[in-house]
């Protein structure tokens, strides 16, 4: 599976490469926009000691986390997202007679790294609050397993958008607003939010298990809304209940698929 | 290799009021053996692409069952896949932006085909579908009948032991069609593959099929040689007006 992904993904990026400039520009401009988010930031902190509670750093260090979880998975799978179209181009009923699974093919579908430019800016950001942060050594396996579970739940939150859109022709922006919402949600601490909102990411839709639950462990913070301690661990048995839901929904929605009438 | 035992295929379309179920196939059965080459006719819209999507897993049947070289195409969709080659006459399955080329090395990748094996097979299929010209072309800049010959050779490469065309012929020349026509004759006798082709040109249908079935409203009328078709209408000059009485019956 990974190797066809490795395969597939390479072939479109060959093919992209004709337009070598396009690909700078783009990944320049995705470098450049989202370091925007970075500057209003630190305009807030110019005006505030602290945001729901948080210092700068800790909030550079959630915004850097959510971001690098999210930019991966939409580079390595947002592409999922499209199926509504392929769908209607009959490309998808292509992507059905191959023997690899539809949702690989639908991932890498004109596969490009514009994305990489999202994702420098949000490693870079990360890396420059950690050594601020200073957390305790032992705390810090908490990191990488935090940035892949955030990987693992936007990808499964692109899955559900894309297997919605088997049932719903319109459904793009129903998933838009929960991966480009919960990409947005979790750059701040969710102490800026309120309570209901806070359960509703943390059982619900499993936003909260991104970096906000494993930050409060890296960070030695207490949970301002009180949670029991024990959710700061459960972010990987929370992303692969996502992960299992996303993958039945996608079956059952290719069982459902109609295809188009010519 | 077939087996298609009273399947049913519907669709809901509309909204609210104006709700309703089209039948596309209805108790439809029959069975296609090894090495036939069959024809599968019907007018538009009588539900011979819904047919053949269900042959090869992309909708699932609402009832009855399918088996396509023994495996049901709903549960078994990707192992299908390496067993059987698809054509559809009406959109490429071939990657829009490669060279033909690359789309090829891309299914000699995907199928798992030994490369000695994809060498020998692409070098006989660009032979005889005349590939040479254009390998090195990127598809969205192929004419229609360059690119049907890409996708009947990009179906081949794993050498499929059925090969299923819906509309392999719409749109060519009367060159490209004989030439098709030629391959698809040899194909069948000298590799045995099945063969099970939806047509409106019955050029084809004389040419090529032994077997002809006729599906109207989702229903199986006829299921014979071409010889019983005419003769289920004595007196007809053509293949062509023979089929139309039975479209119009
Ligand atoms: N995805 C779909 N949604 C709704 N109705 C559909 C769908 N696919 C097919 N149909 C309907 O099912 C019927 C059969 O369609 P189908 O495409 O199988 O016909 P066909 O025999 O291939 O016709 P043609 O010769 O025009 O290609 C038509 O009435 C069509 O409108
Ligand atoms: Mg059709």
Known sequence: MVRTYLLLAWTWLRASAQYPVSFALMTLGSFTLTGLDVAGIWIIFEHTESLGGFGLFEVMFLYGTSGLSFALADMLFGNVERLSQHVRAGSFDTMLIRPTGAFIQMATDRFGVQRLGRIAQAALVLGISLPRLDPPW????????????????????????????????????????????GSTLTQYPLSIYGGELVKGVTFIVPLAFVNWQPALYVLDRQDPFGLPYWLRFVAPVAALLLAVAAALAWRAGIRRYRSTGS | MIEVDRVGRSFTVGRGRARRTVHAVRDLSFTVGAGEFVGYLGPNGAGKSTTIKMLTGILAPTSGRVRVAGLDPTRRRTALARRIGVVFGQRTTLWWDLPLKDSFELIRHLYKVDRADFHRRLDELADLLDLGGFLHTPVRQLSLGQRMRGDVTAALLHEPAVLILDEPTIGLDVVSKVAMRAFLRRLNAEHGTTVLLTTHDLGDIEKLCRRVMLIDHGRLGFDGTVDDLRATAPGRESLEEVVAHLYTA
């Open chain 1, 138 to 181: 032992s705390r810090m396996w908490m990191v990488p397993l935090m940035v892949v579970c955030g990987l693992v739940i936007f990808t499964s939150i692109f899955a559900l958008g894309g297997a919605l859109q088997f049932l719903l022709t319109d459904a793009p922006e129903v998933a838009n607003a929960f991966t480009y919402g």
